[in-house]
Antibody
Framework: EVQLVQSGAEVKKPGESLKISCKGS????????IGWVRQMPGKGLEWMGI????????RYSPSFQGQVTISADKSISTAYLQWSSLKASDTAMYYC?????????????WGQGTTVTVSS | NFMLTQPHSVSESPGKTVTISCTRS????????VQWYQQRPGSAPTTVIY?????PSGVPDRFSGSIDSSSNSASLTISGLKTEDEADYYC?????????FGGGTKLTVL
């Protein structure tokens, strides 16, 4: 079974750093792009960026360029989303998803989500 | 950058048919594929339509997608509505520089 399992909920203070993870299983992790999507409380989905774990080619949404870093460790089939200095406005649910359809940007398998709460 | 505009909410009775629209603000809707995602309360999104009108395995054929170049919009149609279809639905597409989600439509099945 193809699965993406994300790390658990996080509670952080403004200014702290954070790295959340997304572990793939049941398929060749290096052969599919992984995307990250933000959902702020009570709001819609926002595209953050994607990474190809095979060669770590990474592309960011203009809205998130410079705000987060997307990375991957193919040896452990895991993608990451990290912040160097969190803000209260980073409070959201974050989803990873596999871009598994033949067409660009279609996401066929989603992780369960990681809640990030940033509060002083 | 372009936007995808969806109605904020729609409602319909069980057994009926509902259509949710997704209008692209600039650029042709036919130039880039459209996906549709369903998100039930408290759950991660799932894909119900990809590549404009393709259903992933396991998605019932009550769900269908289409595009209309004349209105520059995509549509998700759900027939034979069931209470389990009550959810938020998001369209998604892209251009050369970005990937965009619509704002989402809350479907109420009453």
């Amino acid at each position: 079974e193809v699965q993406l399992v994300q790390s658990g909920a996080e509670v952080k203070k403004p200014g702290e750093s954070l790295k959340i993870s997304c572990k793939g299983s049941g398929y060749s992790f290096t052969s599919y792009w992984i995307g990250w999507v933000r959902q702020m409380p009570g709001k819609g989905l926002e595209w953050m960026g994607i990474i190809y774990p095979g060669d770590s080619d990474t592309r960011y949404s203009p809205s998130f360029q410079g705000q987060v870093t997307i990375s991957a460790d193919k040896s452990i089939s895991t993608a990451y989303l990290q912040w160097s200095s969190l803000k209260a406005s980073d409070t959201a649910m974050y989803y990873c998803a596999r871009l598994g359809f033949g067409s660009p940007y279609g996401m066929d398998v989603w992780g369960q989500g990681t809640t990030v709460t940033v509060s002083s | 950058n372009f936007m995808l505009t969806q109605p904020h909410s729609v409602s319909e009775s069980p057994g009926k048919t509902v259509t949710i629209s997704c209008t692209r603000s600039s650029g042709s809707i036919a130039s880039n594929y459209v996906q549709w995602y369903q998100q039930r309360p408290g759950s991660a999104p799932t894909t119900v339509i990809y590549e404009d009108n393709q259903r992933p395995s396991g998605v019932p054929d009550r769900f269908s997608g289409s595009i209309d170049s004349s209105s520059n919009s995509a549509s998700l149609t759900i027939s034979g509505l069931k209470t389990e279809d009550e959810a938020d639905y998001y369209c998604q597409s892209y251009d050369s520089s970005n990937v965009v989600f619509g704002g989402g439509t809350k479907l109420t099945v009453l």
